[in-house]
């Protein structure tokens, strides 16, 4: 069983920085690939940025030059390095494991943080 407990959220003002992070449990980690999303009020959840286990990232438009993910599988950990913070990104993130194991494929979420960017 896979636990992800995201952490690093908060209150900030536009152009700000925060850093998430995401620590899993479980032995894929290393094989996984990490995922960021989020969600604000009313609109459907969205990927942020994602890495794979070989470390190649993907970043939505939105976020791209401003938003760095990346992983330590020392400390089975993904993190999310935000910068230049604009209040469309407030919403609760989410970190996503997904890999594939004995044939079968697997999906995990953590319970989110809220990242609040005021004008």
């Known amino acids: 069983q896979v636990q992800l407990v995201e952490s690093g959220g908060g209150l900030v003002h536009t152009g700000d920085s925060l850093r998430l992070s995401c620590a899993a449990s479980g032995s894929y980690f290393a094989i996984a690939v990490m995922g960021w999303y989020r969600q604000s009020q009313g609109k459907q959840r969205e990927m942020v940025a994602s890495i794979t286990s070989s470390g190649a990232t993907n970043y939505t438009d939105s976020v791209k030059g401003r938003f760095t993910i990346s992983r330590d599988n020392a400390k089975n950990t993904v993190y999310l390095e935000m910068n230049s913070l604009k209040p469309e990104d407030t919403a609760t993130y989410y970190c996503?494991?997904?890999?594939?194991?004995?044939?079968?494929?697997?999906?995990?979420w953590g319970q989110g943080t809220q990242v609040t960017v005021s004008s």
């Open positions: 996503n494991e997904k890999f594939t194991s004995w044939g079968g494929d697997y999906d995990y």
